[in-house]
Antibody, heavy 120, light 107 residues
Framework: EVQLVESGGGLVQPGGSLRVSCAASGFSFGTYAMSWVRQTPEKGLEWVASIGHGGDHTYYGDSVKGRFTISRDNSRSTLYLQMDSLRADDTAVYYC?????????????WGQGTLVIVSS | IRLTQSPSSLSASVGDKVSLTCQASQYITNFLNWYQQKPGKAPRLLIFDASHLQTGVPSRFSGSGSGTDFTLTITGLQPEDFATYFCQHYDYVPPLTFGGGTKVEIK
């Protein structure tokens, strides 16, 4: 059974940094592309970033480009999102999601999310 | 590309047939997926490539459309189907784009 478990969310001040993680199990992690998607009641679901199965190809949404970094450790079956220069509008539940293969088309499975609050 | 879902919410009864629409601002062939989300839970994939049912999803769910207009139909609404439904567009590389969602509530 596929399991994606996010961790590392919490309260951070504007301008601060936070790294959230996603521990994967139940599938061959290194053969799947992965993504982060965030959600707020106001803006709904917003794609944040994606990474290829080998970690060599990364893509970012315009609102986080230059501030967030997606990475992965296939030996640990873990996905990361390093968030720097955080702003109040980055407050959201952050989900990690597994794609259906090496492509970045369908979000096949999702974690339960981790809440990030940016506030002073 | 923007995805506009309508209605934003609807009320229906158990056993009803409901149709949710997703309109793309440009032609997107069949590059569209549908997800279901219940309160406090992560989204769940229902339909991929506009009309293909994900394994394990009940056959009362169906997807149709191509180009700019897409529909998710639930035939015979069940109590567990009351949720919010999102459409999502993809291309050969990101970005991924989501619609604003349609909330299906109990009448």
């Amino acid at each position: 059974e596929v399991q994606l478990v996010e961790s590392g969310g919490g309260l951070v001040q504007p301008g601060g940094s936070l790294r959230v993680s996603c521990a994967a199990s139940g599938f061959s992690f290194g053969t799947y592309a992965m993504s982060w998607v965030r959600q707020t009641p106001e803006k709904g679901l917003e794609w944040v970033a994606s990474i290829g199965h080998g970690g060599d190809h990364t893509y970012y949404g315009d609102s986080v480009k230059g501030r967030f970094t997606i990475s992965r450790d296939n030996s640990r079956s873990t996905l990361y999102l390093q968030m720097d220069s955080l702003r109040a509008d980055d407050t959201a539940v952050y989900y990690c999601a597994q794609h259906s293969g090496t492509d970045m088309i369908v979000l096949w499975s999702w974690g339960q999310g981790t809440l990030v609050i940016v506030s002073s | 590309i923007r995805l506009t879902q309508s209605p934003s919410s609807l009320s229906a009864s158990v056993g009803d047939k409901v149709s949710l629409t997703c309109q793309a601002s440009q032609y997107i062939t069949n590059f569209l997926n549908w997800y279901q989300q219940k309160p406090g839970k992560a989204p769940r994939l229902l339909i991929f490539d506009a009309s293909h049912l994900q394994t394990g999803v009940p056959s009362r769910f169906s997807g149709s459309g191509s180009g700019t207009d897409f529909t998710l139909t639930i035939t015979g609404l069940q109590p567990e189907d009351f949720a919010t439904y999102f459409c999502q567009h993809y291309d050969y590389v990101p970005p991924l784009t989501f619609g604003g969602g349609t909330k299906v509530e109990i009448k």
